[in-house]
């Protein structure tokens, strides 16, 4: 049976059965030309007017994480622009050694009231929260004594000191003399306003008192900017319905004029606003036990402020880039910088002199330096999301509402674009490219959501990565047991195709190649079926026409894997021996030189291509002795059998999913995963096949987005998601609604983009003729050697 070669898609399982040509029939309906240069446009134009907007207020991730946020859903906090990392007594004790072994002196000083004390007392619960408060006056600077308190811990040189000092008066003191001490606190927090409005009994003449004295901090303050980091607390209303009838003078109408005064004066000095410290304790105000104080949740998120105010920059977690500088660039880097610019000037001056002598846009010159003109744009755009602050990036946020409302609200919308297909086979091309589109959208949602915390959803997820790398066996067998072109051409364009995009973000954005870890997954089960196929004895479907014993060869090669991966998964030993081998060591460690996430996805799924290889296998066996009929329109086998073995395969998806649903330890489910994700798999097959109209309609909405898996899956780690995955990318802050439709829009259009430049590519870096094919591999490896020398490859 003769089949064309883009009947089989090589970036991701794309099956078919039949000897057709491709079609371009939903390309037509979902013709995104337009589409694409609208995203190309708006993305520029976004980016110039952000660049403006973003230069005009010259704000950085510190100032956002003091200045604005918003509580979500969960009643977590989410500062303006960044995302906060939730420091744990271990990252807490990580981050003061750190520092300490650096030489730093851990020192933070807070000046002020009780509502400062609270705070204060907060920041050392969540350093150690068993430590007791000690009370000492050894290092009070006003008369205030007896309320001065002291944290010492000489293990994290630390130093947290508290002052009582609900004047203003004794502050300016604090601070001048702090200008005559060496060893300065790296962080003050300060603030006042209840006790002066108390003093002057809510009378506005004392609101020039207030202005008058807090004047003179401004002097002693910016003496000391160079060393400590001066944090002014706004303060947050009061419950006045709570509040204890000898502070009835205090109102929240006098609270903001405080406030007010407090930010005109201070901002000649080179003291910050702590304005989110406000916004985290209105949210909860409810909650305060006299209608003054702060509620303890309130206080947590405050004492995390702090610490991502002074530790992120040092510690460099993932899910925290508020105050933490940006990654710097490496020496690579910049020559593919250099690199695209030349491609994106050379492919200007071609698009106008082809558009202006109306020139033939086929010729392999101008089809090559466009391509790479277009990746190069893309690239940038790439980097500036996920490399820099130039965009916004936020916390994930889980709810059942944000996960499920956009997975209904998707497959509602997939069900508008059914149609009949040209198709009757057993997971014929437009079935299987609905699959992975159905199944791509709802990992991307899982991804946006952060819904892995929720151990049902990340169980039936690792099923659908399952299913994905099934459809790899299922396709790759099914296509060369039909065709004979099993050469080294074809196996390198399968190669660039699944690898092209992931190599050069590798380089781009510097990260390893098990970063996009479903990309070596692919790569190398492919690797493993094309030698397996190919070595003596060549069976395929001609071969085995003549000789039916052939069946026999590809039972024993199919064992023969089976062996293959037990030994390895029964040996980690042997395991590591294989994959740390160089020069293709690079392939499967991560930046730590670690292969466990390689050994873990692995495992994960280490029988999910040969149970697609085995299904393949036997359908093509059901095929040639007519056990199932997929000709036509009709059902696949008898109305009995049709009932029995849907009625099997329901209860199999059934009772798939309730184990999944009951299984709430992840390590116990994942294990099992290996072995029992193959039953919802083939119960969906059966369900989705054995019918006659199931079998031939499909979405295809979910079609189109099946097509563009690969670069779905690949991408979204930059432009979709933020911080390598682990936040949300945000061009339009405030609007998470609108920014998730926009994010989306250039997303998907940026897909489709580079699977096309991908497609157009592939024939120029890997050609047909042996002689061309031997000198760009030439060339590949002359151009690796340098890379994996510098990479430790070799």
């Known amino acids: ?451 892995s915390i929720k151990t049902s959803i990340a169980n039936h997820v690792q099923i659908l990565i399952s299913a994905y790398l099934f459809l790899t066996g299922y396709g790759h067998f099914y296509y060369m047991w039909h065709r004979s072109d099993a050469g080294l051409t074809r196996y390198f364009q399968i190669l660039f195709r699944l690898n092209m995009l992931t190599v050069v973000l590798c380089v781009c954005m510097n990260r390893p190649y098990q970063f996009y870890y479903y990309i070596p997954l692919v790569s190398f089960w492919f690797t493993i079926l094309y030698l397996l196929l190919i070595c003596p004895p060549r069976v395929t479907a001609a071969s085995s026409e003549i000789r039916p014993a052939q069946y026999l060869y590809i039972i024993l090669k199919i064992l023969s894997l089976f062996i293959f991966i037990t030994i390895l998964y029964m040996s980690e030993v042997f395991f590591d021996k294989i994959f740390l081998t160089r020069p293709w060591k690079a392939l499967f460690v991560t930046t730590d030189d670690d292969i466990h996430e390689w050994w873990y996805r692995w495992k994960l799924n280490r029988f999910s291509v040969v149970n697609g290889v085995i299904l393949s296998f036997i359908i093509i066996l059901a095929q040639r002795y007519n056990l199932i009929d997929d000709n036509n329109h009709s059902n696949l086998v008898l109305p009995r059998l049709a009932v029995f073995s849907s009625f099997v395969a329901f209860i199999g998806l059934i009772a798939s999913t309730v184990y999944n649903i009951l299984c709430q330890n992840k390590t116990e489910c994942y294990e099992l995963l290996s072995y029992t994700s193959v039953i919802p798999i083939i119960s969906y097959i059966i369900l989705r096949n054995v019918s006659g109209v199931l079998r031939t309609r499909f979405s295809s909405l979910f079609a189109w987005f099946g097509r563009i898996s690969l670069e779905l899956m690949v991408c979204q780690c930059h432009i979709w998601l933020a911080a390598d995955t682990h936040g949300v990318l945000v061009l339009l802050p405030g609007y998470p609604v609108l920014n998730g439709l926009i994010v989306s829009f250039i997303f998907i259009c940026i897909c489709h983009e580079l699977h096309d430049i991908t497609t157009k590519l592939t024939p120029y870096a890997v050609p047909s003729d042996h002689k061309d094919l031997f000198r760009n591999l030439i060339c590949f490896i002359l151009l690796l050697i340098p890379l994996g020398a510098n990479d430790g490859m070799f």
């Open 1 to 451: 049976m003769k089949m064309a070669d883009d009947q089989i898609s090589d970036e991701a399982p794309l099956l078919c059965n039949e000897s057709v040509q491709r079609h371009d029939d939903i390309n037509k309906k979902f013709n995104s030309k337009n589409a694409k240069k609208i995203a190309l446009c708006f993305v520029f134009w976004f980016i110039v007017i952000h660049s403006c907007i973003h230069l005009f207020y010259a704000r950085d991730s510190c100032k956002w994480l003091l200045s604005d946020g918003r509580y979500k859903g969960d009643m977590g906090w989410q500062p303006y622009g960044c995302m906060m990392h939730e420091y744990s007594e271990l990252d807490c004790s990580r981050c003061l050694k750190y520092l300490a072994f650096r030489g730093s002196h851990n020192q933070f000083h807070f000046i002020g009231d009780s509502r400062i004390l609270d705070i204060y007392n907060a920041l050392i619960h969540t350093i150690e929260p068993k430590a007791q408060l000690v009370k000492s006056s050894k290092f009070a600077l006003s008369h205030y004594s007896d309320s001065d308190h002291l944290f010492h811990d000489s293990r994290l040189k630390l130093d947290v000191n508290f002052f009582g000092s609900p004047y203003i008066d004794p502050m300016v003191k604090y601070f001048k003399k702090l200008k005559d001490v060496n060893d300065k606190p790296r962080v003050i927090v300060a603030g006042s306003a209840i006790w002066p409005i108390i003093q002057s009994n809510g009378s506005l003449n004392g609101i020039q008192d207030y202005i008058a004295n807090i004047t003179l901090l401004i002097e002693p303050i910016n003496d000391i900017s160079s060393k400590s980091i001066v944090l002014w607390v706004l303060q947050e209303p009061v419950e006045e319905s709570k509040l204890d009838s000898s502070m009835s003078m205090v109102t929240n109408n006098l609270i903001d004029l405080y406030n007010e005064a407090a930010m005109d004066v201070l901002s000649k000095s080179s003291a910050e606003m702590w304005w989110s410290s406000r916004l985290v304790s209105q949210g909860e105000m409810n909650d305060s036990p006299d209608g003054l104080h702060s509620s303890n949740a309130s206080l947590r998120l405050r004492a995390q402020i702090l610490l991502n105010l002074y530790c992120n920059d040092h510690m460099n977690f993932n899910d925290g880039t508020c105050c933490s500088s940006t990654e710097p660039y490496t020496s690579l880097q910049s020559y593919m910088l250099v690199f695209f610019i030349i491609c994106i000037f050379i492919g200007i001056l071609m698009a106008v002199r082809y558009r202006q002598n109306r020139l033939s846009k086929n010729e392999p010159s101008y089809v090559v330096m466009i391509s790479l003109a277009k990746l190069g744009l893309i690239m940038i755009y790439f980097y500036l999301c996920d490399r820099t602050n130039f965009f916004m990036k936020e916390n994930k946020y889980y709810s059942d509402a944000s996960f499920w409302l956009p997975v209904g609200y998707v497959f509602v919308l997939g069900l508008f674009f059914t149609e009949e297909s040209r198709y009757t086979k057993v997971l014929h091309r437009d079935q299987t490219d609905e699959w992975k589109g159905w199944m791509q959208l709802i990992i991307l949602i899982y991804n946006l959501t952060g819904a």
